[in-house]
């Protein structure tokens, strides 16, 4: 049972340079989300979907783009990478309703530095 | 909107119980969390507390729950080294499915 599971571990990218970050379960979960990690700020919400075909913004959704064509897979677009984009991205996801105890699972997150 | 905050750091010696806090400012959260996040790895969910407890205790892991003040506490007792990472507060309010996390606490255990 593999989980959620984040590809590339690192990314180097220069500004303006466009890449996706993959990110997959197996565990049939409806919620999945990005975060955002940087020194000092804790995690921050940047997209999340209750669901295939569902997708909102989260607290700092700017630069990113999201898809969930399936219940397994959301990917996180950056379309014109900037050095503030710099940072180490977690993909989570969890099952159940609003209002349950279902935790968040997370990957081992993407090492993204931008140039 | 939801604010969590903790303490950036906690130093304790080996054998010594470690409490990391953690207060919110959202009444209507239903669920709180702690997760545990070691170096170059993803976060694990470490136990968590529905908003109608006081407490909750699992092997050396005590959550404190004061709903009036909206705090939160974790004591870790009998400390190890092996207990050295970021410890995050996380709140799910009401009815949401997102979590807001604090910013981390960095427990480092001194032999």
């Known amino acids: 049972n593999a989980g959620v599971t984040q590809t590339p571990k690192f990314q180097v990218l220069k500004t303006g340079q466009s890449m996706t970050l993959q990110c997959a379960q197996d565990?049939?979960?409806?919620?999945m989300s990005w975060y955002r990690q940087d020194p000092g700020m804790g995690l921050r919400l940047i997209h999340y979907?209750?669901?295939?075909?569902?997708?909102d913004q989260g607290e700092v959704p700017n630069g990113y783009n999201v898809s969930r064509s399936t219940t397994e897979d959301f990917p996180l677009r950056l379309l014109s990478a900037a050095p503030s984009q710099t940072s180490v991205y977690f993909c989570?996801?969890?099952?159940?309703?609003?209002?349950?105890?279902?935790?968040?699972?997370f990957g081992n997150g993407t090492r993204l530095t931008v140039t | 909107g939801e604010d969590v905050e903790q303490s950036l750091f906690l130093s304790v010696r080996e054998g010594d119980s470690s409490v990391i806090n953690c207060t919110y400012t959202?009444?209507?959260?239903?669920?709180l969390y702690w997760y545990k996040q070691e170096p170059g790895a993803g976060l694990q969910l470490l136990t968590y507390i529905f908003s109608n407890m006081d407490m909750k205790q699992d092997q050396r892991l005590t959550v404190l729950l004061n709903k009036k003040d909206k705090h939160l506490s974790l004591r870790i007792a009998d400390t190890q080294t092996g207990d050295s990472a970021i410890y995050f507060c996380a709140e799910r309010a009401g009815s949401a499915r997102q979590l807001t996390f604090g910013s981390g606490t960095q427990l480092t255990v001194l032999p």
């Open positions: 959202d009444s209507s959260s239903t669920y």
């Open positions: 979907s209750v669901g295939a075909g569902i997708t």
């Open positions: 989570a996801s969890s099952r159940g309703g609003a209002g349950s105890s279902s935790p968040l699972h």
């Open positions: 565990m049939n979960h409806e919620y």
